[in-house]
């Protein structure tokens, strides 16, 4: 006789995100029955094969190849989305919401494209659509904003939000690590994306920017209307200069709201060592958020990982268990309203680092190409490189993004410079 007060889930992917959030059903599952009232099993899992079942010792009954068998078990009320990617993920999700099930996602690329299409199939069947673990791991943003600042008007979230990029920075940074290698430590642990392009190159974060950002300006803000640049042309030098003139070197996903004027942009930046983000290291993420009458908060923890990340999981499937679901705020249409001025030209101090001729006369000629474009330069430093060669390091006040990409054009243009080497946003 079927036992009434067992909920059934399944998971779809079980690799690092799900087989954490498996681990957790398994080892708290007395504790969620005695706190929460309810005795969570899975009952079904869908992988490629069984082997990922096998090789944590699950029994491989459980296994499921098929989505249409999930899609037609009524025993089941709640499926865990944790295979990644666009497709098939937005088939079998679209399938399970069909069928009534509500679900659980940790894929911000799919949500951060397609949030639009499948928050109305979930609406149009009664069921949630959670997707706490697709930001920022185990720390519960999404929750908060969708719940917690109703009275306030979000006008900035300032975070770090990618484990992998934090995680390689923080090695390149604290134990001169090579690039190479700390990837592939992150990949070993379990932090980074099946194609780690997406973590490196900023994607991962302008996905969650996309639905960060959203929620928090309740507007929406597709992922493609973010200024996006990644970590990869940042040296070893940048991190040695960062260090010199007291900053850290951090991948900042940054949004603001001023009226109707939206800012939304991923790019390394230097930190001042004092500001909070500079001491966020690791796989740990971090979100400055200020409301117009909370002030100033911060969220901080693990950013990625198994179960940090499946705890999120966790608790958005008792939510959908517990709870009624809950959708958008504002019209989730997938593009920028058109009330909102998206803006490009926007505010920030800079470092700039050229190589150039070791001449006289050459740093003059850079000062005022700079001044010219209105960018005042806040310290200028100039040191030998190879042979006859000179590298030359500016830090600007705060100037406009047009105004500095201009100089930098005229800049690469002078015949004693020879490159442009780096051009980092400074927070
Ligand atoms: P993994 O690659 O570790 O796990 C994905 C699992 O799903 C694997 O077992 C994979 O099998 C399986 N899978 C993939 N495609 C299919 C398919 N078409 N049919 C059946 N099974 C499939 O990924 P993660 O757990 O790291 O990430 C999962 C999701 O969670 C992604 O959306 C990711 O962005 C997100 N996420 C990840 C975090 C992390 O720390 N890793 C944190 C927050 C979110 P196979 O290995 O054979 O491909
Ligand atoms: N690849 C992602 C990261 C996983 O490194 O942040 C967590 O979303």
């Given at each position: 006789m079927k036992n009434k007060s067992v909920r059934n889930i399944a998971i779809m992917g079980l690799g690092t995100v799900g087989g954490g959030a498996y681990d957790i059903i398994a080892s708290n599952g007395d504790y969620i029955e005695r706190t929460q009232g309810l005795d969570v099993r899975v009952k079904r899992i869908l992988d490629r094969t069984d082997a990922p079942l096998r090789a944590r010792g699950?029994?491989?009954?459980?296994?499921?190849?098929?989505v249409d068998e999930l899609a037609a078990d009524k025993e089941i009320e709640v499926v865990v989305e944790t295979?990644?990617?666009v497709e098939p993920a937005k088939t079998f999700i679209t399938k399970m919401l069909e069928s009534g099930k509500s679900v659980v996602t940790a894929n911000k690329e799919l949500l951060a494209k397609f949030w639009h299409e499948l928050e109305p199939i979930a609406a149009a069947h009664g069921c949630g659509l959670f997707f706490e673990a697709s930001c920022v791991g185990g720390v519960p943003v999404i929750r908060a904003l969708g719940e917690?600042?109703?009275?306030?008007?979000?006008?900035s979230i300032c975070g770090i939000i990618n484990g992998t990029t934090n995680y390689i920075l923080s090695k390149m940074s604290?134990?001169?690590?090579g690039y190479a290698e700390a990837l592939g430590a992150a990949q070993s642990l379990g932090y980074a994306e099946a194609d780690p392009t997406s973590d490196v190159e900023g994607y991962d974060a302008a996905y969650k920017l996309s639905i960060l950002g959203s929620l928090a300006f309740h507007t929406c803000l597709p992922y493609g209307s973010i200024y996006r640049e990644g970590i990869t042309k940042v040296t070893a030098a940048d991190i040695k200069n960062a260090h010199d003139l007291g900053y850290e070197i951090k991948l900042l996903a940054i949004g603001k709201r001023d009226g109707n004027n939206v800012e939304a942009r991923v790019h390394p930046a230097f930190v001042p060592k004092n500001h909070p983000l500079a001491s966020v290291s690791g796989a740990y993420n971090a979100v400055y958020l200020n409301g117009d009458h909370v002030g100033d908060l911060m969220f901080y923890g693990a950013g990625a990982g198994a179960h940090p990340t499946g705890s999120a999981i966790v608790s958005d499937v008792i939510k959908a268990l517990s709870d009624k679901p809950r959708y958008c705020d504002?019209?989730?249409?997938?593009k920028l309203d058109k009330s909102v001025s998206l803006v490009g030209d926007f505010v920030s101090g800079y470092y700039l680092c050229v190589t150039v001729d070791d001449k006289a006369g050459v740093l003059s000629r850079l000062s005022t190409v700079l001044s010219d474009n209105g960018v005042s330069i806040k310290a200028a430093t100039q040191s030998p490189s190879d042979g006859d060669a000179a590298t030359v390091m500016f830090l600007t006040h705060r100037a406009r993004e047009h105004a500095v990409m201009q100089s930098l054009e005229a800049i690469g243009k002078l015949?004693?410079?020879?490159?442009?080497?780096s051009v980092i946003r400074v927070l």
């Open positions: 699950i029994d491989p009954s459980l296994y499921c190849g098929s295979m990644g990617g917690s600042f109703q009275g306030d008007r979000v006008q604290s134990e001169n690590l504002f019209a989730n249409t997938g015949a004693s410079v020879r490159s442009v080497d």
